[in-house]
């Protein structure tokens, strides 16, 4: 939620603020502003709605200088109005914050600021922290952020900026991503998100919670909490500023739905080992004896990672054995779940940085289990935080809506499955002829990605309904799911998913001649099961749109469209049956106006509860 971006350099500041707000556009779009230390002076311009409206305000109102910061806001506390955006200063005129997270305690803290005489002129939570590090302020603004952060309860990622030391500019981070950038002749970068400034250089360090950095003339250094020096390695980013671009898509999510074949390749590359039949994972290498003896499976994650915990429930506890539970994060956080020896905890997060993910991985950790990951961001706090994991390389994901994420998801889950089934029941032949279907995959997602037209057809004689129904059995009861909650997101049509047997427990009662069902069919050992539900679909004047293999010729006299995809084993077939969906939600949201690549009232990456 929300993007921070900072700079201290010899350049002018406010190019590259409002570049970088650009890039993390996705993370929040509610408002934005930039604050710039123009000689010697804190000036700020913000603005409601999207950053188009700040870049529009800056015409008029120029910022000269080489130090500054800026936000764009994903609303928490206060509506999205030009008074609560970011940066906020506090009541001297000196300092100025931008925040990410949640101050848990400001309510305390803003009525004790108010019997001091402070007078607050926003709805948010951040502008206590300007305020009151403002008054800890006497000539030293890390003495001051330090002290205030103490005070402090709840998430944070900071940058500050003080108009008495035009020369430093301050970040802090916990529980809430920040990215310390490091250029060429002593320009310094902060960022929630890399792709902010990788314009500008690859050489990064992700920062810890309760690191403290101060960027001074033309260095840094790093403190914790308690005024301690710490070190950080300086990393090599590994995608470069072409991965961050449209590269001629209308959309970042189109783009995002055509780049899977070359994603599931790089997810795979090195990881299969076809003369063993078998999958070798470094990430897990440490904790590879320790796999053989777990003898039950957690898996938490929030959302469309949530989704694919499901495909890989299904898939662990057919090749390997183990039972398997899939929790929401948010719940499993806030129970008292029984992990006993033997328990392995997977958090799954897309970003890395997913608040509740984290804090249900940190709970299994304290409550002895084996906790590992499953994440796309490289130094995120999830993937350094676990005892081990696997790291998706999908690259950069822009488009709110996961797309590449979700497959590459599912690619890592059935790679882990063979793995422990290899340890345990599985034949050396089984599992050879697994990797041989894996490695097909990127080929087979390029076909059905043929099907983007034919599906943009389907989808003019469906923008205009209100509701959707997709029903999916056994692994593709998760990818109906998805599916529904892709055309949530993007197109704002009221949709569910349901196992395709639970129709007739309550929602056929919904059904009529205007509610298209989307029906995840292929031609599998449950095929007939699913023809009957479709038949009972028709019988009350549904619209049916089957996702099917080939050679399903019962669905050509009861399905109103069908969508042909590549064959493969049912438990990859979540992978390709996907696409159609991703596809159909894209194209209905694009007829429908919407803005696909920011959707209303969603934030990539979500960093607070």
Same mark, same amino acid.
């Given at each position: 939620?929300?993007?921070?971006?900072?700079? #201290?350099?010899?350049?002018?500041?406010?190019?590259?603020?409002?570049?970088?707000?650009?890039?993390?556009?996705?993370?929040?779009?509610?408002?934005?502003?930039?604050?710039?230390?123009?000689?010697?002076?804190?000036?700020?311009?913000?603005?409601?709605?999207?950053?188009?409206?700040?870049? &529009?305000?800056?015409?008029?109102?120029?910022?000269?200088?080489?130090?500054?910061?800026?936000?764009?806001?994903?609303?928490?506390?206060?509506?999205?109005?030009?008074?609560?955006?970011?940066?906020?200063?506090?009541?001297?005129?000196?300092?100025?914050?931008?925040?990410?997270?949640?101050?848990?305690? *400001?309510?305390?803290?803003?009525?004790?600021?108010?019997?001091?005489?402070?007078?607050?002129?926003?709805?948010?939570?951040?502008?206590?922290?300007?305020?009151?590090?403002?008054?800890?302020?006497?000539?030293?603004?890390?003495?001051?952020?330090?002290?205030?952060?103490?005070?402090?309860?709840?998430?944070?990622?900071?940058?500050?900026?003080?108009?008495?030391?035009?020369?430093?500019?301050?970040?802090?981070?916990?529980?809430?991503?920040?990215?310390?950038?490091?250029?060429?002749?002593?320009?310094? *970068?902060?960022?929630?998100?890399?792709?902010?400034?990788?314009? @500008?250089?690859?050489?990064?360090?992700?920062?810890?919670?309760?690191?403290?950095?101060?960027?001074?003339?033309?260095? *840094?250094?790093?403190?914790?909490?308690?005024?301690?020096?710490?070190?950080?390695?300086?990393?090599?980013?590994?995608?470069?500023?072409?991965?961050?671009?449209?590269?001629? !898509?209308? @959309?970042?999510?189109?783009?995002?739905?055509?780049?899977?074949?070359?994603?599931?390749?790089?997810?795979?590359?090195?990881?299969?080992?076809?003369?063993?039949?078998?999958?070798?994972?470094?990430?897990? &290498?440490? #904790?590879?004896?320790?796999? %053989?003896?777990?003898?039950?499976?957690?898996?938490?994650?929030?959302?469309?990672?949530?989704?694919?915990?499901?495909?890989?429930?299904?898939?662990?506890?057919?090749?390997?054995?183990?039972?398997?539970?899939?929790?929401?994060?948010?719940? !499993?956080?806030? =129970?008292?779940?029984?992990?006993?020896?033997?328990?392995?905890?997977?958090?799954?997060?897309?970003?890395?940085?997913?608040?509740?993910?984290?804090?249900?991985? %940190?709970?299994?950790?304290?409550?002895?289990?084996?906790?590992?990951?499953?994440?796309?961001?490289?130094?995120?706090?999830?993937? =350094?935080?676990?005892?081990?994991?696997?790291?998706? @390389?999908?690259?950069?994901?822009?488009?709110?809506?996961?797309?590449?994420? !979700?497959?590459?998801?599912?690619?890592?889950?059935?790679?882990?499955?063979?793995?422990?089934?290899?340890?345990?029941?599985?034949? !050396?032949?089984?599992?050879?002829?697994?990797?041989?279907?894996?490695?097909?995959?990127?080929?087979?997602?390029?076909?059905?990605?043929?099907?983007? &037209?034919?599906?943009?057809?389907?989808?003019?004689?469906?923008?205009?309904?209100?509701?959707?129904?997709?029903?999916?059995?056994?692994?593709? *009861?998760?990818?109906?799911?998805?599916?529904?909650?892709?055309?949530?997101?993007?197109?704002?049509?009221?949709?569910?998913?349901?196992?395709?047997?639970?129709?007739?427990?309550?929602?056929?009662?919904?059904?009529?001649?205007?509610?298209?069902?989307?029906?995840?069919?292929?031609?599998?050992?449950?095929?007939?099961?699913?023809?009957?539900?479709? =038949?009972?679909?028709?019988?009350?004047?549904?619209?049916?749109?089957?996702?099917?293999?080939?050679?399903?010729?019962?669905?050509?006299?009861?399905?109103?469209?069908?969508?042909?995809?590549?064959?493969?084993?049912?438990?990859?077939?979540?992978?390709?049956?996907?696409?159609?969906?991703?596809?159909?939600?894209?194209?209905?949201?694009?007829? =429908?106006?919407?803005?696909?690549?920011?959707?209303?009232?969603?934030?990539?990456?979500?960093?607070?509860?």
């Amino acid at each position: 939620m929300c993007g921070i971006i900072g700079y #201290n350099g010899k350049g002018e500041a406010l190019p590259v603020l409002v570049e970088g707000l650009k890039k993390m556009e996705y993370r929040g779009y509610d408002s934005s502003g930039v604050a710039v230390i123009d000689n010697g002076q804190i000036k700020v311009v913000r603005a409601s709605g999207k950053i188009k409206a700040l870049e &529009d305000k800056l015409k008029t109102t120029p910022l000269k200088g080489s130090i500054g910061i800026a936000h764009t806001r994903w609303a928490t506390h206060g509506a999205p109005t030009e008074t609560n955006a970011h940066p906020h200063t506090s009541y001297d005129g000196k300092i100025s914050i931008v925040h990410n997270g949640i101050i848990e305690n *400001y309510a305390s803290l803003k009525a004790k600021l108010i019997s001091e005489g402070i007078e607050f002129k926003s709805e948010t939570d951040t502008e206590v922290v300007a305020h009151l590090i403002a008054r800890y302020y006497n000539g030293d603004l890390k003495s001051a952020v330090l002290k205030a952060l103490k005070q402090i309860e709840g998430t944070f990622g900071l940058g500050v900026v003080c108009s008495d030391e035009p020369n430093v500019l301050i970040g802090a981070r916990r529980g809430s991503p920040l990215i310390l950038g490091i250029g060429n002749d002593g320009d310094f *970068y902060l960022a929630s998100d890399v792709s902010a400034i990788i314009n @500008h250089t690859q050489k990064v360090v992700y920062l810890d919670d309760n690191d403290v950095v101060q960027i001074k003339d033309g260095g *840094y250094s790093i403190v914790n909490m308690s005024s301690h020096e710490v070190q950080r390695e300086v990393q090599d980013v590994e995608f470069d500023a072409d991965a961050v671009a449209k590269g001629g !898509f209308p @959309h970042f999510m189109l783009k995002e739905i055509f780049e899977q074949p070359e994603v599931l390749r790089n997810t795979m590359r090195g990881r299969l080992l076809t003369a063993e039949g078998n999958a070798k994972l470094a990430g897990l &290498d440490t #904790n590879i004896k320790e796999l %053989r003896n777990i003898n039950r499976i957690i898996i938490t994650a929030c959302g469309t990672s949530y989704y694919a915990g499901m495909v890989g429930e299904y898939m662990i506890e057919d090749l390997a054995g183990v039972p398997v539970e899939v929790e929401y994060a948010s719940e !499993f956080r806030y =129970r008292n779940p029984i992990i006993k020896p033997g328990t392995l905890v997977i958090a799954i997060s897309q970003s890395g940085e997913t608040a509740d993910t984290l804090a249900a991985l %940190r709970e299994a950790q304290q409550k002895g289990a084996t906790a590992l990951a499953i994440c796309n961001g490289v130094g995120s706090t999830i993937a =350094r935080t676990s005892d081990g994991g696997v790291y998706l @390389h999908a690259g950069p994901e822009i488009g709110v809506a996961s797309t590449k994420a !979700f497959t590459s998801q599912v690619t890592v889950l059935a790679m882990i499955a063979l793995l422990l089934g290899r340890q345990r029941r599985l034949s !050396f032949e089984t599992g050879a002829d697994i990797v041989k279907d894996l490695l097909e995959l990127p080929d087979l997602v390029t076909e059905t990605l043929k099907l983007s &037209d034919s599906i943009a057809e389907i989808a003019k004689t469906l923008c205009k309904a209100n509701n959707f129904l997709y029903l999916g059995r056994h692994f593709c *009861y998760p990818v109906a799911m998805e599916g529904a909650l892709k055309l949530k997101e993007i197109s704002y049509i009221h949709a569910e998913g349901y196992p395709a047997a639970e129709m007739k427990h309550g929602p056929i009662a919904l059904i009529d001649e205007n509610m298209p069902v989307v029906v995840i069919a292929p031609k599998d050992s449950l095929f007939d099961k699913i023809i009957s539900n479709i =038949r009972e679909i028709k019988a009350r004047g549904g619209k049916v749109i089957a996702v099917t293999t080939e050679d399903c010729h019962p669905l050509d006299e009861i399905a109103d469209h069908i969508i042909t995809v590549p064959k493969t084993r049912p438990m990859l077939m979540p992978i390709l049956a996907c696409i159609p969906l991703q596809l159909l939600a894209y194209h209905i949201a694009v007829l =429908r106006g919407n803005d696909v690549d920011q959707p209303r009232n969603l934030a990539k990456s979500v960093t607070v509860e």
